[in-house]
C-alpha cells in the first residue's frame, strides 16, 4: 500500500490538541489555571500505555533515528511544518 506516512501522525496530533484543549476549559470551569488542565491531559495520553500495555493507538508517533532514508524524514518535517504553518495563518484574526 501507498498510504501517506503523516496522515496518521496528524490524526495523533489532532488527537493530543482536542485533549488538550478539553483539559483546559475543565480546568478553567473548576476555576483552576488552564495550563494545568493542558499539562493533565499530557500526562494521561502519555501514559496511557501503562494502562493497557496491549493499545498500540499512539504508535505512529514513535520514531526511530532514521539511519538510511533521511530524504523520507526530512520530507516528512517538511511537509509537517508546511501544514502548522498554514493552520497558524488561518487562524489570524482579520480586522
Known sequence: M???PLAPILVMLVII???AKLGSEIFE???QPSVLGELIAGVILGNIILINPGWTFFEPMRMEIP???WATFIDLLARLGVI????EVGLVLRP
Open 2 to 4: 501507498h498510504g501517506d
Open 17 to 19: 490538541l482536542v485533549a
Open 29 to 31: 470551569r473548576l476555576g
Open 67 to 69: 539511519s538510511e532514508s
Open 84 to 87: 502548522l504553518l498554514l493552520f
